[in-house]
């Protein structure tokens, strides 16, 4: 089973930084589009960044100039440097991958897969 893991959240004050990690394992033939979403509390989740794997990215408006999304192909990686972070930007951050496996029997699926977010707190 492919698996997800998110690290670098935290607490952080406005005008600060952080830097979000996320690595997939298991068995990945290959990975297309990588990103990430956020979920703050009373909102929908919305997507922050994505990224291809030949490095095309889009950004939430209210983001860009501040976020960059990127991330390395030969460890199934993504990453989000946040730069003058706003309190606005508190949520759970969650990353995703569209990923190409391999199916018991023989052939592969292609499916999305989710990490279990990774909290960041912007404090005034």
């Known amino acids: 089973q492919v698996q997800l893991v998110e690290s670098g959240g935290g607490l952080v004050e406005a005008g600060g930084s952080l830097r979000l990690s996320c690595a997939a394992s298991g068995p990945i033939f290959s990975i297309n589009v990588m990103g990430w979403y956020r979920q703050a509390p009373g909102k929908e989740r919305e997507l922050v960044a994505s990224?291809?794997?030949?490095?095309?990215?889009n950004y939430l408006d209210s983001v860009k100039g501040r976020f960059t999304i990127s991330r390395d192909n030969a460890k199934n990686a993504v990453y989000l440097r946040m730069d003058s972070l706003k309190l606005e930007d508190t949520a759970v951050y969650y990353c995703?991958?569209?990923?190409?496996?391999?199916?018991?029997?023989?052939?592969?699926?292609?499916?999305?897969?989710w990490g279990q977010g990774t909290q960041v707190t912007v404090s005034s």
């Open positions: 990224i291809t794997s030949g490095g095309s990215a």
């Open positions: 995703t991958a569209d990923a190409l496996t391999p199916k018991t029997g023989g052939g592969h699926n292609y499916a999305n897969y």
